[in-house]
T-cell receptor, first 109, second 116 residues
Framework: GQNIDQPTEMTATEGAIVQINCTYQTSGFNGLFWYQQHAGEAPTFLSYNVLDGLEEKGRFSSFLSRSKGYSYLLLKELQMKDSASYLCAARDSNYQLIWGAGTKLIIKP | GAVVSQHPSRVICKSGTSVKIECRSLDFQATTMFWYRQFPKKSLMLMATSNEGSKATYEQGVEKDKFLINHASLTLSTLTVTSAHPEDSSFYIC????????????FGEGSRLTVL
């Protein structure tokens, strides 16, 4: 079956760096997405990886290893507003998105 | 990108009533829209794909007579929860996918439904 695994919750300190991991198993692969979702709000797009390697976008970076079925989202210089859930989603061969349950990130001062 | 607006953001209704949720694509003509529901601390679950001018495609296990979807124009799709029950209480989110390299989804603000 198709599956996305990511940690349920993580805690980090303001100003620090945190890495949120995601492993996926899909029927075929057409890209890996990361979305941010604040409580009670809809998700917003953060990043997209389809080739192996690191994509950097400001304080956020996303990494993909297709051979390992693995991705991570790296957040630097953490701010209190980064407290949110981070959703990993993989797109399969039918271009259907398979969603993880999300990682709740708690930022402490 | 695309701007997607969803209404209402919150609705409380009595058991047995029907509730309509609207999803509008404000700056993009969307032939396809997606309807999701999300329970607390759970993943997004795709309910159906709404196709302009034709019937929606429902995911396995989603009752099409329970969740009526109408996509009458390129900018509007509606989801009607018929004869709502407390177990239908959830966060319903619509989204639009923009064609291109990434095809990321743009989401509406979501609608929190509480059925008493």
């Amino acid at each position: 079956g198709q599956n996305i695994d990511q940690p349920t919750e993580m805690t980090a300190t303001e100003g620090a760096i945190v890495q949120i991991n995601c492993t996926y198993q899909t029927s075929g692969f057409n890209g890996l997405f990361w979305y941010q979702q604040h409580a009670g709000e809809a998700p917003t797009f953060l990043s997209y990886n389809v080739l192996d390697g690191l994509e950097e976008k400001g304080r956020f970076s996303s990494f993909l290893s297709r051979s390992k079925g693995y991705s991570y989202l790296l957040l630097k210089e953490l701010q209190m507003k980064d407290s949110a859930s981070y959703l990993c989603a993989a797109r399969d061969s039918n271009y259907q998105l398979i969603w993880g349950a999300g990682t709740k990130l708690i930022i402490k001062p | 990108g695309a701007v997607v607006s969803q209404h209402p953001s919150r609705v409380i209704c009595k058991s047995g009533t029907s509730v309509k949720i609207e999803c509008r694509s404000l700056d993009f003509q969307a032939t396809t829209m997606f309807w999701y529901r999300q329970f607390p601390k759970k993943s997004l679950m795709l309910m159906a794909t709404s196709n302009e001018g034709s019937k929606a495609t429902y995911e396995q296990g989603v009752e099409k007579d329970k969740f009526l979807i109408n996509h009458a124009s390129l900018t509007l799709s509606t989801l009607t929860v018929t004869s709502a029950h407390p177990e239908d209480s959830s966060f319903y989110i619509c989204s639009v996918g923009v064609a291109g390299d990434t095809g990321e989804l743009f989401f509406g603000e979501g609608s929190r439904l509480t059925v008493l």
